[in-house]
């Protein structure tokens, strides 16, 4: 049987002596993405008009977009609908902002890669830049989907945010608002973490869109089963 290919970020710390901003020069890297075999990172340098695997950026904006959007990217599987047809633009798709590493911005062009969770399975979904604007320095060559361990990703989207906190804290570089939204997701105890994913499952944001809706989606997690709750929403 053919193993699942695995999504993996790997990635070389840069010095950025130019860079104001601390936790995005503290954070300047070489990096890769990879599901597989395969480069999600694939550019063509628009100046020289050659190729390369990695991009050069701060990961800090992606981790702070995995801390943001963890709990989504760990139960929000209602996107999947739209997956199945034409590439979607998650820019005008509802719901599909938080599974878009491109929405993490920051000035930044990240690759238009897609992640939903669905069961026990990731969907993960890329496309190439087909145009781009003059002002930007490279161009997304790669293209594909793949179906990978859910559990798998969740490692990896956690190691990556574990990698900067560390990078951060070596820097000298404390407070941010990735330390506060990360401190709020692993400090989750068990309730709060079947509330969070009850939400997420809505596609609601647990920290900023349930004020109105916590004792509904409370009351029904408490009445369906324990082997129910997942099919909460």
């Keep these: 049987m053919t193993e699942a290919p695995e999504l993996r970020f790997q990635w070389e710390w840069e010095p950025a002596p130019g860079v104001r901003s601390p ?14 075999t395969r480069p999600v990172s694939l550019v063509e340098d628009l100046g020289s008009g050659s190729a390369r695997r990695s991009i050069y950026c701060p990961l800090y904006p992606l981790a702070e977009w ?12 209602r996107p999947n609908r739209a997956l199945d047809g034409p590439f979607p633009d998650a820019a005008t798709h509802d719901g599909l902002l938080r599974h878009s590493l491109r929405s993490a911005d920051d000035g930044f062009r990240w690759p238009d890669l897609i992640i939903v969770p669905e069961g026990s399975s990731t969907r993960l979904l890329w496309r190439d830049d087909h145009e781009v604007s003059s002002d930007q320095p490279i161009r997304y060559l790669g293209h594909g989907h793949a179906r990978t361990p859910r559990a798998q990703v969740e490692r990896e989207l956690a190691a990556v945010v574990g990698a900067v906190l560390t990078r951060l804290a070596e820097q000298g570089v404390t407070g941010t ?13 068990e309730d709060e973490q079947e509330f969070c994913l009850a939400a997420a499952r809505l596609g609601l944001d647990p920290y900023a869109e349930t004020a109105d809706l916590a004792d509904d989606i409370i009351r029904a997690a408490t009445r369906l089963g324990p082997g129910m709750k997942g099919d909460l929403a």
């Design 23 to 36: 936790e995005l020069r503290a954070t300047w890297a070489q990096l890769e993405i990879l599901v597989g």
């Design 66 to 77: 995995i801390a943001f959007n963890w709990w989504s990217l760990a139960a929000d599987a």
């Design 177 to 189: 608002a990735l330390h506060t939204e990360w401190a709020a997701v692993t400090g989750a105890d």
